[in-house]
T-cell receptor
Framework: QKEVEQNSGPLSVPEGAIASLNCTYS??????FFWYRQYSGKSPELIMF????GDKEDGRFTAQLNKASQYVSLLIRDSQPSDSATYLC???????FGKGTKLSVKP | EAGVTQSPTHLIKTRGQQVTLRCSPI?????VYWYQQALGLGLQFLLW???????NRGNFPPRFSGRQFPNYSSELNVNALELEDSALYLC?????????????FGSGTRLTVV
C-alpha cells in the first residue's frame, strides 16, 4: 500500500516563528511531491511542488525533499496567523494525500 | 481563466437515494480526480479519469462510480446513499497524468445524507 504519512498535529507556533511540517512516504518510486494548504471549509490550494533532492524556496516557504530517507518537509518562515490551516502533502502521479497537519499560528 | 467548477455546492439526500455530482475541469485539462473528505478527516482518493477512461480507483465500494465525457467534464454517482457518505466531495483537474503543474481543486460539493 503506497502511503504518505503526516503528523496530524495540531502544531502550534508563535507569530514570527518558523513552522516545520513533515511528511514521510513509503513508495520509493515516488519522484515528486506537492504541498497544499487547506483552510477550514475550503478546498486545498497548491503552494509548493518539489521533485529534486534538496531545497526549493518560494517566498516564506521552503520545501525540502530527501529521497534517500523518504521524507519531504515544508518550512514556513515568519509564520503569520493567516498561515493557520491544514497542510497536506501529496505524491504526484495518482495524488495520494497525507491526512494533513493542522497548523495554528498564535498572535 | 475559469477554474474547476463543481455543482451543486450543497446537497441534502435521504439514505438509500442516489446522487450525481458534476465537475468541469479547467479548459485544456484532461485528467480529473475525485476525492471524499469527511468532516475532520483527510482526503480519500475515489476515482481518476484521463482522456475519458477510468485510470485508477480508490478503496470504495462499487456504488461509487463515475464517468468522463468527451469534453473532459466528469460525473460522480453514488447509489444507495448511507449516512457515512456525508462529506465534502472534491474534484481536481490537471493538464495530463504527468503534470508538474499541480492539481487544481474545485470548491467542492457538500453532501449531507439524512
Amino acid at each position: 500500500q503506497k502511503e504518505v504519512e503526516q503528523n496530524s498535529g495540531p502544531l502550534s507556533v508563535p507569530e514570527g516563528a518558523i513552522a516545520s511540517l513533515n511528511c514521510t512516504y513509503s513508495d520509493r518510486g515516488s519522484q515528486s511531491f506537492f504541498w497544499y494548504r487547506q483552510y477550514s471549509g475550503k478546498s486545498p490550494e497548491l503552494i509548493m511542488f518539489i521533485y529534486s533532492n534538496g531545497d526549493k524556496e518560494d517566498g516564506r516557504f521552503t520545501a525540502q525533499l530527501n529521497k534517500a530517507s523518504q521524507y519531504v518537509s515544508l518550512l514556513i518562515r515568519d509564520s503569520q496567523p493567516s498561515d493557520s490551516a491544514t497542510y497536506l502533502c501529496a505524491s504526484r502521479g495518482n495524488l495520494i494525500f497525507g491526512k494533513g497537519t493542522k497548523l495554528s499560528v498564535k498572535p | 481563466e475559469a477554474g474547476v467548477t463543481q455543482s451543486p455546492t450543497h446537497l441534502i439526500k435521504t439514505r438509500g437515494q442516489q446522487v450525481t455530482l458534476r465537475c468541469s475541469p479547467i479548459s485544456g485539462h484532461t485528467s480529473v480526480y475525485w476525492y471524499q473528505q469527511a468532516l475532520g478527516l483527510g482526503l480519500q482518493f475515489l476515482l481518476w479519469y484521463d482522456e475519458g477512461e477510468e485510470r485508477n480507483r480508490g478503496n470504495f465500494p462499487p456504488r461509487f462510480s463515475g464517468r468522463q465525457f468527451p469534453n473532459y467534464s466528469s460525473e460522480l454517482n453514488v447509489n444507495a446513499l448511507e449516512l457515512e457518505d456525508s462529506a465534502l466531495y472534491l474534484c481536481a483537474s490537471t493538464p495530463d497524468r504527468g503534470s508538474n503543474y499541480g492539481y487544481t481543486f474545485g470548491s467542492g460539493t457538500r453532501l449531507t445524507v439524512v
